[in-house]
């Protein structure tokens, strides 16, 4: 049982570089974190502390009983799979894949053994006697997988390892990878800027902004639930809608129309909402919760249609996912609010304020 | 059929294009190359005779039983050997150090330049005063450390001219090897040698598996340059020691530039320009051919 915990991390690198700032979590056996957000959010850094290639300015990382913050990285049983894969460029496939094992003095029976196993695993048994620079895109990053997996760690540590994929192997690499983990039931921590990795790989998704965790939950929570509106604009694509709203009453004004704030106390004078594509629809006579506005832009997603639809009596633009058989005028467009689907923020903080 | 005309009109532009650059080489290499030799089948002694006498390869035969060009090829090869050697070993530190970053990183580099961008018969110069016995700055420091009570003859003595030589030699060229070495280093992703910390690697072992390997481009060019030039140093020790003490530095540049200008003996100092240059050209095939299959071995394609 390796459980990795991290806490209360912070790297400083000068006074005003603190790319990781306060960060505490724990990835259990079996459980895969990955750490999402833009770049320059500190999860690479992040990853760096946990691997032991960056000195945290302050906290600790701890694997099971072991207290690994002071201890070289060669000696933390983590296995890292980089972005550039970092495939030594003189050694075979099968050199590169043994180095660890060799470095640590196995015996050379088990280090064959273990790289055969390993690269029947990822399919990589044609290729044991080619240069790195004799591989395809994909190959490089099994191997680059494969010395990862060969040496049985503690704990595996991916930096955007889909990052230097076409569109289509990457979706391919992702449901194996998937298999892969479940299967070695170890913690996993997976860095990514890309909310789709993210959200079909992880067990837990750790958002972070600005050096810090603006949310720690399973993924479907992340998008239903987002903690703040850095969570709820970063996470999900299209892009949630949203709005900086002025509120009068128990209402929140939207051009000519308003929409009925849950009941907070005090009554805010201002609100942010935000409101995904999909939670938008074409009004029909029965929906209560209605606005009007003229169509700007629509964009084909082959599925569905994305469209910008411009509210009537303000600035704002509402995105809309629609089916493309259904019928809509282009000046005179309306939809219907699902009240229950509006996530509520702070306009100062950014929290978000509904349950 | 088209494609083969198109082809042919190319290629034939081709040519048209490099034909002045071919002329130019031809002139400037080609044409003195086999003038030298021409040179070297002819008897021609301006001290003895003035009119050119064909004697075959005579000039060569001669050189076999010339013990002052075999001794001269000698100490090349000494010089080279334990200069290059010393160079490759202060490069590669200087190169490493260089690589780390450090504050003044900048000057540092600036800095250990100036050697090599001196004229090496300046800093030749400066080196024999450096070296004299009387006045010279090595002998004033050893008294002063007490280490010596009499002026040793640095540049009057053959081992020890030898070893004034190849300091001085290893004092201006070490920068330049650790320049070619440092781009090389340079060009080494940080990621590798992450990973390879990552696999539990200790610094050394690194620098035996990564480093290393990964540097050998580098290490045969700076040694393969290094090689023609040192292999025909001639201004360095025409200023220090002119060949002596009793010719004990005198390499092979200095005896032919003895034979040709003071013994006026132009046919045998062709022979010997012609047997040197196939020397060079051979080490530098050698080289070259290491080179050709190290990037091989690196890339894994060609």
Not at chain 1, 18 to 38: A, C, N, Q, Y
Not at chain 1, 192 to 217: K, R
Not at chain 1, 244 to 271: M, T, V, Y
Not at chain 2, 71 to 86: A, D, H, M, P, Q
């Amino acid at each position: 049982m390796a459980q990795l915990k991290l806490q209360n991390l912070r790297k400083q690198f000068a006074p005003n570089v603190v790319p990781v700032k306060d960060i505490s979590l724990t990835v259990d056996d079996g459980e895969f974190l990955t750490l999402l957000g833009p770049s320059g959010c500190g999860k690479s850094t992040l990853l760096r502390l946990i691997a032991g290639l960056e000195q945290p300015t302050a906290g600790q990382v701890v694997v099971g009983e072991n207290n690994l913050t002071h201890i070289p990285p060669g000696d933390r049983n983590m296995a890292m799979v980089f972005q550039s894969y970092a495939l030594y460029p003189h050694m075979t496939v099968a050199a590169n894949i043994a180095t660890s094992l060799k470095i640590r003095k196995t015996p050379p029976g088990e280090i064959q053994q273990r790289v055969h196993t390993v690269a029947d695993t990822l399919g990589l048994s044609h290729l044991l006697d080619r240069k790195p620079g004799q591989l395809s895109g994909g190959q490089r990053q099994r191997v680059a997988l494969a010395r990862a997996l060969v040496r049985n760690p503690e704990v595996f540590l991916l930096d955007e390892p889909l990052s230097n994929l076409d569109a289509l192997l990457r979706e391919q690499v992702r449901e194996e990878l998937k298999e892969l983990f479940e299967k070695q039931n170890k913690p996993v921590v997976y860095v990514t800027h890309d909310q789709t990795e993210a959200m079909t790989l992880s067990s837990q998704v750790a958002v972070l902004l600005d050096g810090l965790i603006q949310q720690l939950d399973p993924p479907s929570r992340i998008y239903t639930h987002p903690a703040n509106k850095f969570v709820a604009g970063f996470v999900g694509s299209p892009q949630m809608n949203l709005l900086a709203l002025e509120c009068q009453g128990d209402r929140a004004i939207l051009g000519d129309f308003s929409l009925p704030l849950p009941s907070f106390s005090p009554q805010p004078s201002g609100i942010d909402i935000g409101i995904r594509p999909e939670d938008l629809s074409l009004a029909t006579e029965d929906d209560k919760i209605t606005v009007q506005g003229s169509v700007s832009l629509v964009e084909h997603f082959g599925r569905e249609l994305l469209v910008s639809v411009k509210i009537k009596g303000s600035h704002h633009t509402l995105r809309i996912l629609i089916n493309p058989d259904l019928q809509w005028e282009k000046e005179d467009i309306k939809l219907a609010v699902n009240p229950h689907r509006i996530h509520w923020f702070d306009e100062k903080t950014g929290d978000r304020l509904n349950p | 059929m088209e494609t083969d005309t198109i082809r042919r009109r190319e290629k034939q532009t081709g040519w048209l294009l490099i034909a002045p650059a071919l002329l130019i080489l031809a002139f400037v290499f080609l044409y003195p190359i086999g003038r030298a030799f021409w040179l070297s089948l002819f008897t021609q002694n301006l001290g003895t005779q003035l009119e050119p006498v064909f004697s075959g390869f005579n000039n060569y035969a001669r050189m076999f039983g010339d013990g002052r060009f075999w001794y001269s090829l000698w100490n090349t090869s000494v010089f080279t050997t334990i200069s290059i050697s010393l160079e490759l070993v202060f490069g590669m530190t200087f190169a490493l150090v260089l690589n780390q970053a450090f504050w003044g990183r900048g000057f540092a580099r600036t800095a250990a330049l100036i050697p090599w961008a001196l004229p090496t018969a300046v800093m030749g110069l400066a080196w024999a005063w450096i070296f004299n016995d009387q006045y010279g700055v090595v002998n004033d420091l050893l008294f002063r450390l007490g280490i010596i009570n009499e002026a040793i003859t640095w540049l009057g003595e053959p081992t020890r001219a030898m070893f004034s030589l190849v300091v001085a030699d290893v004092w201006k060229t070490t920068p330049f090897i650790a320049l070619i070495l440092l781009a090389g280093l340079q060009s080494i992703s940080s990621d590798l040698y992450e990973a390879h910390a990552i696999d539990g690697a200790t610094p050394i072992q690194s620098f035996r598996q990564i480093t290393l390997p990964l540097l050998a481009p580098q290490i045969l060019i700076a040694l393969l340059f290094r090689f023609a030039q040192s292999f025909g140093v001639f201004d360095l020790i025409q200023v220090m020691t002119g060949g002596g003490p009793a010719g004990s530095t005198e390499m092979v540049s200095i005896y032919i530039y003895a034979t040709v200008r003071r013994y006026l003996d132009f046919g045998y100092g062709a022979a010997l320009v012609t047997v040197t240059f196939l020397l060079l050209i051979i080490a530098v095939a050698i080289a070259a051919f290491f080179l050709s299959k190290s990037r091989i071995n690196i890339s894994g394609e060609r």
